[in-house]
């Protein structure tokens, strides 16, 4: 059975048992996240153990499906496409007004992954808080290009 067979069968449960090696909602889920995530030898590594109930139903309902009728890579850029939408929706609601940061800050650490991916960048016998460190930074350097695309757009809005 292929890898992406069992994952058609695999329940939440055991998809979060995989990720933290604890069970879902049990004692140490979140410090085990944060570690595996952090300390992922590749940034697309990092997105498999960042919070797996959120990535569990975006790989069966979007990254999949995507998947079967287009390019991994731009399967990819999708996923993070909606995650981000999603989290632009709830921030939206939450302010009561329209928010669009998320998206595409999202996509552009979607478009990280990918390009890391293509380019084989590994962090793998680096230590662990060098690959956290990694990690982090490019998070945060697609929160700035986010946060400076925001500026220039409002900078056009007048």
Excluded at 66 to 79: M, Q, S
Excluded at 130 to 145: D, Q
Aim: with cysteine.
């Amino acid at each position: 059975m292929s890898s992406a067979q069992r994952l058609r069968h695999i329940t939440l449960r055991q998809y979060v048992k995989k990720r933290t090696g604890v069970a879902l909602g049990a004692s140490g889920s979140m410090s085990n996240m944060l570690r595996r995530s952090l300390g992922a030898p590749t940034f697309s590594g990092f997105w498999q153990y960042w919070n797996p109930v959120w990535g569990y139903y975006l790989s069966r309902y979007i990254a999949r499906p995507v998947g079967k009728v287009t390019v991994p890579g731009f399967a990819t850029l999708v996923t993070f496409a909606v995650s981000g939408a999603l989290h632009d929706l709830a921030v939206s609601a939450v302010k009561a007004k329209v928010i669009f940061f998320f998206t595409p800050w999202f996509l552009l650490m979607g478009l990280m992954v990918v390009i890391t991916v293509h380019t084989g960048v590994s962090l793998k016998h680096h230590r662990w808080s060098t690959r956290a460190l990694c990690n982090l930074a490019l998070i945060a350097a697609g929160f700035a290009m986010a946060k400076a695309v925001e500026n220039q757009f409002h900078t056009w809005q007048g």
